[in-house]
């Protein structure tokens, strides 16, 4: 079965860990363990992350300059240890890597209530301390673009529905999409329609209400230690709306305990400690929630090959998402009505 951890050891496999290559950072190392797709090094300098970039040095350094921003402010993240020569990678048989201080705790628990409160402070404070941070680069902005994004989305669906049609023999991945994706492709409808009778763009145009996201707060992102929350990975970070974080954490948070509203409950009274949300952003975070990202994701990696997991696996996980479909409906009218 081709999972999750297949796929980082077939990426582990790629890594060189040349003594030489250690030595660029300055450090010794004693041992290195495989954690997900990064190695942790012991070292004569402490516990390390040693890890191979897989995106353009140009993302690497606006990452590092946005965390370089948010310490000012905010120190519980990840930070790079920097070379001899004073860097942040260094290139290896055209390969970047990078070193990391390793972040001591144990991973976010999504299904404890205090692990959730204690995040949501944490992330009114992270983006707090953002505020006021920019970039030039175009594919790192995303305010403005979603609903833009959304349509693209909903033609990605009906492009992903062609081709499923289309297949003489017909895979239970085909049959299980064609099943649902004219309601998923209305909820995507319904999604924009929302975002364009919302302030969307209003909020687009207010710099209080944007902020560096971390775009992938997956509970393996979040570490808890003496009860406060870290932040490690910002590979996909963006500037956006804070909300887009706050969405994409409400939703990690609550999909698999059948859309629990009282989570969601949690997640904004305990992010409105440390930041604000006014009912412009409630209504627009409405709006964002409706759209069925696990539907759309799955799909997508399904029919364009972005994973390589066999049929089995798809087909089960897809069956999964499938399972709390009346339960989000029954939370986005309940969300409606307490916060727009």
Same mark, same amino acid.
């Given at each position: 079965?081709?999972?999750?951890?297949?796929?980082?050891?077939?990426?582990?496999?790629?890594?060189?860990?040349?003594?030489?290559?250690?030595?660029?950072?300055?450090?010794?190392?004693?041992?290195?363990?495989?954690?997900?797709?990064?190695?942790?090094?012991?070292?004569?300098?402490? $516990?390390?992350?040693?890890?191979?970039?897989?995106?353009?040095?140009?993302?690497?350094?606006?990452?590092?300059?946005?965390?370089?921003?948010?310490?000012?402010?905010?120190?519980?993240?990840?930070?790079?240890?920097?070379?001899?020569?004073?860097?942040?990678?260094?290139?290896?048989?055209?390969?970047?890597?990078?070193?990391?201080?390793?972040?001591?705790?144990?991973?976010?628990?999504?299904? $404890?209530?205090?692990?959730?409160?204690?995040?949501?402070?944490?992330?009114?404070?992270?983006?707090?301390?953002?505020?006021?941070?920019?970039?030039?680069?175009?594919?790192?902005?995303?305010?403005?673009?979603?609903?833009?994004?959304?349509?693209?989305?909903?033609?990605?669906?009906?492009?992903?529905?062609?081709i499923a049609q289309l297949h003489e023999y017909k895979t239970e991945f085909d049959d299980i999409f064609l099943g649902n994706?004219?309601?998923?492709?209305?909820?995507?409808?319904?999604?924009?329609?929302?975002?364009?009778?919302?302030?969307?763009?209003?909020?687009?145009?207010?710099?209080?209400?944007?902020?560096?996201?971390?775009?992938?707060?997956?509970?393996?992102?979040?570490?808890?230690?003496n009860e406060e929350a870290y932040f490690i990975d910002f590979d996909y970070a963006i500037v956006d709306l804070k909300i887009?974080?706050?969405?994409?954490?409400?939703?990690?948070?609550?999909?698999?305990?059948?859309?629990?509203?009282?989570?969601?409950?949690?997640?904004?009274? $305990?992010?409105?400690?440390? $930041?604000?949300?006014?009912?412009?952003?409630?209504?627009?975070?409405?709006?964002?929630?409706?759209?069925?990202?696990?539907?759309?994701?799955?799909?997508?990696?399904?029919?364009?090959?972005?994973?390589?997991?066999?049929?089995?696996?798809?087909?089960?996980?897809?069956?999964?998402?499938?399972?709390?479909?009346?339960?989000?409906?029954?939370?986005?009218?309940?969300?409606?009505?307490?916060?727009?």
């Amino acid at each position: 079965m081709q999972d999750g951890k297949y796929g980082d050891r077939k990426y582990l496999a790629k890594y060189d860990l040349s003594v030489e290559l250690f030595e660029r950072f300055g450090i010794k190392v004693n041992d290195v363990v495989p954690v997900r797709n990064v190695f942790i090094i012991s070292s004569d300098k402490g $516990n390390k992350v040693f890890k191979k970039v897989d995106y353009s040095i140009e993302e690497l350094e606006f990452i590092n300059k946005a965390i370089e921003y948010v310490k000012n402010k905010f120190s519980r993240i990840m930070s790079f240890e920097k070379t001899v020569n004073g860097g942040i990678y260094t290139l290896w048989n055209n390969d970047v890597y990078c070193v990391m201080d390793l972040i001591e705790g144990r991973e976010c628990d999504y299904s $404890n209530p205090v692990d959730i409160a204690i995040t949501s402070k944490a992330l009114g404070e992270l983006h707090r301390a953002s505020e006021g941070f920019r970039t030039d680069l175009v594919y790192k902005n995303l305010r403005g673009n979603t609903i833009e994004d959304f349509k693209r989305r909903y033609e990605e669906m009906g492009f992903f529905k062609n081709i499923a049609q289309l297949h003489e023999y017909k895979t239970e991945f085909d049959d299980i999409f064609l099943g649902n994706v004219d309601y998923y492709m209305k909820e995507i409808n319904k999604s924009i329609k929302l975002l364009e009778a919302s302030p969307y763009y209003k909020l687009c145009g207010e710099d209080d209400k944007i902020a560096l996201c971390h775009h992938d707060l997956a509970y393996h992102n979040i570490l808890i230690n003496n009860e406060e929350a870290y932040f490690i990975d910002f590979d996909y970070a963006i500037v956006d709306l804070k909300i887009h974080d706050l969405c994409n954490f409400i939703y990690k948070a609550i999909k698999h305990s059948a859309f629990d509203m009282e989570k969601a409950d949690i997640i904004i009274e $305990n992010y409105c400690i440390k $930041n604000t949300l006014d009912r412009k952003e409630l209504e627009v975070l409405h709006a964002l929630l409706a759209f069925p990202q696990d539907f759309y994701t799955i799909s997508r990696d399904y029919y364009t090959r972005r994973k390589e997991w066999e049929e089995e696996v798809f087909v089960d996980r897809f069956n999964r998402k499938l399972e709390f479909k009346e339960d989000k409906e029954e939370f986005l009218e309940e969300f409606s009505r307490k916060y727009k």
